[in-house]
């Protein structure tokens, strides 16, 4: 998600009929459904397999897992990808959306801090 508007932007804040930036608004619906940042920093680290996936974040539930994983892949910001052979494997990867939303998650992190 490119932000082509300022924060506050009139044009924007009138189009959707709402006080706040649209595209604020999106952002936010998508990073702050909860484990959706934890996925993404997860994958960012390396860990590319559901189960790896699952451990790097400890105490989300599978069905939970995989409803997160297609959300951010109908998100644009993570692929699947299915690997030839068995047992068949399933690997995947952040977009360059989500490739490019890593150092925005890091900068919450100091932020935390």
């Given at each position: 998600?490119?932000?082509?508007?300022?924060?506050?932007?009139?044009?924007?804040?009138?189009?959707?009929?709402?006080?706040?930036?649209?595209?604020?608004?999106?952002?936010?619906?998508?990073?702050?459904?909860?484990?959706?940042?934890?996925?993404?920093?997860?994958?960012?680290?390396g860990n590319t397999g559901f189960a790896e996936i699952s451990r790097y974040i400890g105490t989300v539930g599978d069905p939970m897992l995989a409803r997160r994983l297609?959300?951010?892949?109908?998100?644009?910001?993570?692929?699947?990808?299915?690997?030839?052979?068995?047992?068949?494997?399933?690997?995947?990867?952040?977009?360059?959306?989500?490739?490019?939303?890593?150092?925005?998650?890091?900068?919450?992190?100091?932020?935390?801090?």
């Open positions: 998600m490119q932000l082509e508007q300022p924060f506050g932007h009139a044009d924007s804040n009138e189009s959707a009929g709402i006080g706040a930036c649209p595209y604020f608004v999106a952002a936010m619906d998508i990073i702050g459904r909860r484990w959706s940042a934890l996925v993404i920093e997860a994958i960012g680290q297609r959300e951010l892949e109908a998100d644009d910001l993570v692929v699947r990808e299915v690997l030839d052979g068995r047992p068949i494997r399933v690997r995947y990867a952040l977009t360059a959306r989500g490739t490019e939303l890593l150092p925005i998650l890091h900068q919450i992190v100091i932020w935390g801090h």
